[in-house]
């Protein structure tokens, strides 16, 4: 059974930073693209970052750029996204993917396997 485990999100406040972590089981995923996305209530979920299968290629959407930094270590199946500078718009459920091929990609439909999703609340 696959199963993507997401470390626990939690409280933080604007301007502090917070580290997430997903380590995968059941299947490696070294070969495959990996991404975090976020979900508000009402909202699609939305790819903030991308990492291709050798950590060589990242991709981050536009408010995350220079913010936050998604890594990954193959060795223990898992990815990290490191977020600093956090604001208050990036309260959301986070949710670490992998994706069906080796590249990075800033598409939703681009993962085909699921975490159980993370809360990060960013207080002002």
């Known amino acids: 059974q696959v199963q993507l485990v997401e470390s626990v999100g939690g409280l933080v406040q604007a301007g502090g930073a917070l580290r997430l972590s997903c380590a995968a089981s059941?299947?490696?995923?070294?070969?495959?693209?990996r991404g975090w996305c976020r979900q508000t209530p009402g909202k699609e979920r939305e790819v903030v970052a991308s990492?291709?299968?050798?950590?060589?290629?990242?991709v981050y959407a536009d408010s995350e750029k220079g913010r936050f930094t998604i890594s990954r270590d193959n060795a223990k199946n898992t990815v990290y996204l490191q977020m600093n500078s956090l604001k208050t718009e990036d309260s959301a459920v986070y949710y670490c993917?992998?994706?069906?091929?080796?590249?990075?990609?800033?598409?939703?439909?681009?993962?085909?396997?699921w975490g159980q999703g993370t809360q990060v609340t960013v207080s002002s």
């Open positions: 993917a992998a994706g069906g091929n080796p590249w990075t990609t800033a598409r939703r439909t681009g993962y085909d396997s």
């Open positions: 990492i291709s299968w050798s950590g060589c290629n990242t």
């Open positions: 059941g299947r490696t995923f070294s070969s495959n693209a």
